[in-house]
């Protein structure tokens, strides 16, 4: 692996979230059709259980329940356990909010994997700008570089790669089109060849 860092998002990256949050919405009494519309527009799950009249705290406290029900997606943890190995920095980049970012982390148990984790705790402006990236990258010790990738599915991740000033590789397992730039990964092992 010739990358010198690999920064990732979590949703539609990492695990495949969409599905547990619906069944999150519905079993706080929440609309899930309205729910799914919602997510397949862009919205992030704060947004939509806003809107839903679900405070935070209750849909937190059901994704702490039911946090078996979500799967990382394949080859996901024996890559990282490679990436680990090789002594290449990571970083967790999410706009999850950070309760939740938080159940997610430590019910799969994937803290582990990250030498920082970067969530809207830091009160930054959401992607695309790069104000994450950044944070992450600064969390790392590291200048920005066309060496170092974002690993995300949407437009927006791609964007702030760009704004970054780093290299962006698509996961095209999630759930936005191609971007008009950057690499396209097939499978999660995929990053081991960036």
């Not at 619906?22 to 309205?34: P, T």
């Amino acid at each position: 692996m010739a990358a010198d860092a690999l920064l990732f998002d979590l949703d539609g990256t990492i695990c495949d979230t969409r599905p547990w949050y619906l069944r999150l919405v519905a079993s706080c009494g929440g609309d899930q059709s309205l729910a799914k519309v919602l997510l397949s527009d862009g919205r992030n799950i704060k947004s939509v259980i806003a809107q839903l009249c679900i405070p935070d705290s209750r849909f937190v406290e059901a994704g702490t329940l039911r946090v078996a029900e979500l799967k990382l997606y394949a080859e996901v943890e024996p890559t990282f356990d490679q990436i680990v190995k090789g002594g290449t920095p990571t970083a967790l980049v999410t706009g999850l909010f950070p309760s939740l970012a938080n159940v997610i982390l430590d019910g799969l148990n994937i803290r582990r994997y990250f030498s920082s984790v970067v969530t809207p705790w830091w009160r930054m402006q959401p992607k695309p700008h790069p104000a994450s990236l950044q944070r992450a990258l600064d969390d790392l010790g590291l200048e920005a570089a066309r060496t170092i990738y974002y690993v995300g599915d949407l437009e927006s991740d791609a964007a702030a790669a760009a704004a970054a000033g780093i290299s962006f590789a698509w996961a095209s397992w999630g759930y936005g089109e191609k971007p008009s730039f950057g690499s396209v990964l097939r499978s999660f092992s995929g990053v081991l060849s960036l």
